[in-house]
């Protein structure tokens, strides 16, 4: 630096053209680069979220574009309208009974997966085999298999001497056929994430436990479900902001129906609240609101989730952290039982 | 078991003498079973769909359908053929999901590498901002969109379909992350020294360094542009994807079950050619954190 410290007080001018430009190629190049992404995204991601927001203050309806300024009336219909808290309740239901046993069923898959198999890649790609199937697909395949009439489930529940369930009356039998198509395809996709995150963990871990006498059951509790869990964590935010939008499944679940969602709305999702109010009825300015609200519960519910992680992670580290405290004593104090020496460790403390 | 009566002691000893590595043993009778019987129950609704989809609607009344399938495939598929506009809905697909993925993965690599290896003023702000987006769902902002669009008098092209996912804030971030660690900052120096420009330096030395992660992200955006559904339905009109047309088959007064399942199945081909050939490169995709798109 001390050699060129002349250059500089040349100034600029003293740069040949060609020279100028590189710097300004080095310069200037990197914004060129992300600006592209930056132009776009503003324009067809965020800008519409933001505008989302505007439309929902207005009555706007597609011939008449904004129509009147309304301010926040579209809220308080909304959040006064029942029906707007049944796509609610039924997509949190929805959500729930799809993701707990996902998950659930995605970690013991893994931990099935995470072993010296013979033939690794056939058996990774046999459990994501379901996920090429495109929901819309799905969505054909199981409101068929779900058919009240001449389904596949009610057909054997009748041969088996069972009721037949009403799949596209009944509420929570509806929730539990829309889940089972989310299960059906995404159970496999998130066993292979968090079979990754398993085979992360050192294997001196496993040794050391084991040689310590720790079976295979409490292995996976104390230590590969511990070690997994930012994972976790990652697949269930992932989990929740596609959860809360499910749309395609309740759409074509009983889609002969005029009215989405079922005979009862039984299981229209609020993003089919939102298609509905908007493309069907086209009342633009209030599924703008239900959007918005919708947007304003996802980001939460992820703040949450991130914020709920980090403080269980904090308290787990505090609670080993005494555990390993109690039995240093205990051994301590073991020690000293049978040691008669023990005077000298006294001191030493 | 037998060990069980031992001393704990005596069990220690043996293992310190002998240390089986826990996931170096093979796997018993027990895994392979498991194994399979969950394949099995993943793959048979997809199989129970063509067996379904190749016969009459008398396969659907009994409660324990054949096993097999049954001959009327092609009979069945010429009648979604003439119920929707497949092959149209097809190509529209292929071209809506390859254009959606060469964009992103153009502008992806550029921004990602940019955001990896090159320094400049507001890079980490910038960055945080892309890390930011990537919670929010953008999907929500279907209604402003659909408003533009139908201003701009697009609804109905394909071009409405691409628009709105030409880049997005995972790719940018999951090109930033692959390429941060892959290319050495020498390497970048050294084409500097030499005379490239900064884009000569990204064509030549940061391209060919991306493209693993680019064949990943490529392959998941395509996914992704190709199952999509819900914006498609609502831009694409008369002009619809694959997706689209296939639930056009349900929605018809009258529905035969074995025809939408035929259709069904004759939809999932191209993804199950893709399985096929790509499904490897699937699997390490997503256990690279490759996620969602």
């Known amino acids: ?349 | 078991m037998s060990t069980a009566t031992a001393s704990p002691r005596a069990i220690v000893a043996e293992k310190r003498r002998a240390p089986r590595p826990i996931r170096g043993r093979r796997p018993g009778f027990l895994t392979y079973g498991l194994l399979t019987a969950w394949f099995v129950g993943s793959a048979y609704p997809l199989w129970w769909s063509f067996v379904a989809g190749s016969s009459d609607t008398s396969v659907l009344t009994v409660p324990y359908p054949p096993l097999l399938p049954g001959g009327r495939f092609w009979e069945n598929a010429r009648e979604v053929f003439t119920t929707i506009d497949f092959w149209g809905a097809l190509l529209n697909s292929v071209i809506v999901a390859s254009t959606i993925t060469i964009s992103v993965l153009f502008f992806s690599t550029l921004a990602g590498y940019a955001f990896a290896k090159l320094r400049f003023r507001g890079r980490n702000g910038l960055m945080l901002f892309v890390i930011l987006t990537l919670a929010i769902p953008t999907q929500l902002g279907i209604i402003p969109l659909f408003i533009l669009m139908k201003q701009f008098g697009w609804t109905g092209s394909l071009g409405a379909i691409i628009v709105p996912t030409l880049v997005t804030a995972f790719g940018v971030f999951f090109m930033r992350q692959y390429l941060v660690d892959v290319i050495p900052d020498e390497l970048i120096e050294a084409a500097r020294m030499d005379g490239a420009t900064q884009f000569r330096t990204f064509w030549h030395v940061g391209v060919p360094a991306a493209r693993p992660a680019m064949a990943i992200l490529g392959l998941f955006t395509f996914m992704t542009a190709w199952t999509d559904y819900l914006w498609p339905l609502i831009v694409a009109g008369s002009n619809p994807t694959l997706q689209v047309a296939l639930s056009q088959l349900q929605s018809a007064k009258y529905v035969n079950y074995t025809i939408v399942l035929c259709g069904a199945v004759l939809a999932t081909i191209p993804l199950l050619i893709l399985f096929f050939f790509a499904g490897r490169l699937l699997v390490s995709g997503i256990m690279a954190g490759a996620v969602k798109g």
């Open chain 1, 1 to 349: 630096m001390t050699t060129t410290s002349p250059a500089p007080a040349a100034g600029t001018s003293a740069l040949t053209f060609r020279q100028r430009l590189s710097r300004a190629d080095v310069k200037y190049s990197p914004y060129v680069y992300v600006a592209p992404f930056f132009i776009l995204f503003g324009l067809v991601g965020l800008f519409p979220l933001l505008y989302t927001f505007v439309v929902s203050l207005n009555d706007w309806d597609l011939l008449r574009g904004p129509g009147e300024w309304v301010g926040f009336d579209n809220y308080v219909i909304e959040l006064q309208d029942p029906w707007f808290w049944n796509s609610l309740f039924n997509t949190f239901s929805i959500f729930l009974i799809s993701s707990i046993p996902q998950l659930a069923a995605a970690t013991f898959i893994a931990a099935v997966l995470d072993q010296n198999l013979r033939g690794k890649t056939f058996w990774r790609l046999s459990v994501l085999l379901p996920y090429v199937v495109t929901p819309a697909a799905v969505a054909l395949i199981f409101s068929q298999i779900f058919s009240e009439q001449y389904g596949l489930v009610n057909n054997l529940l009748t041969a088996w001497g069972l009721d037949p369930v009403m799949w596209k009356h009944d509420t929570w039998a509806g929730h539990v056929a829309i889940a089972t198509m989310v299960n059906w395809r995404w159970t496999g996709y998130n066993a292979l994430i968090l079979l990754a995150a398993m085979q992360a963990v050192p294997t001196e871990l496993y040794e050391s436990a084991s040689l310590d006498g720790a079976g295979r059951v409490r292995r996976f509790f104390s230590i590969t479900l511990p070690s997994i869990r930012p994972t976790f964590v990652f697949v269930l935010i992932t989990a929740t902001i596609g959860g809360l939008q499910i749309f395609t499944e309740p759409k074509l679940f009983d889609a002969t129906r005029a009215t989405p969602g079922g005979a009862y709305h039984q299981f229209e999702t609020t993003t089919l609240y939102i298609w509905n109010m908007a493309f069907n009825q086209d009342r633009f300015g209030r599924a703008a609101a239900i959007a918005f609200i919708l947007l304003v519960i996802i980001v939460l519910i992820g703040l949450i989730n991130y914020f709920l992680s980090k403080s269980i992670a904090t308290n787990e580290t505090k609670i080993s952290r005494r555990r390993t405290a109690r039995r240093l004593d205990r051994y301590r104090q073991a020690e000293r039982a049978a040691v008669p020496a023990s005077i000298e460790i006294r001191q030493e403390r």
